[in-house]
């Protein structure tokens, strides 16, 4: 079973979702709305750290606890 080791919630535009859980297997979920109209909501994709930028590292390195933050920053491949 996959542990949660980060997540991430924040909004775009103070109304979208934009938000990441990060999994101790290195899998990221992004679950986020594109838009308001129909069909934009609720969205979802799963990513690697490869495919995220910076940014986001530091957002889920920002909210992971203290016994995850070296775990964290591992996986992602961030420097200290």
Request: hydrophobic share 30%.
């Amino acid at each position: 079973m996959k542990k949660i080791i980060a997540i991430s919630h924040r909004l775009k535009n103070g109304v979208l979702d934009d938000n990441y859980t990060f999994y101790d297997s290195g899998e990221i979920l992004h679950e986020y709305d594109k838009h308001i109209y129909p069909g934009g909501y609720n969205l979802s994709e799963t990513l690697s750290a490869d495919e995220i930028n910076y940014e986001i590292k530091e957002r889920l390195l920002s909210e992971a606890s203290v016994e995850n933050k070296e775990l964290v920053r591992r996986l992602l491949g961030m420097n200290e």
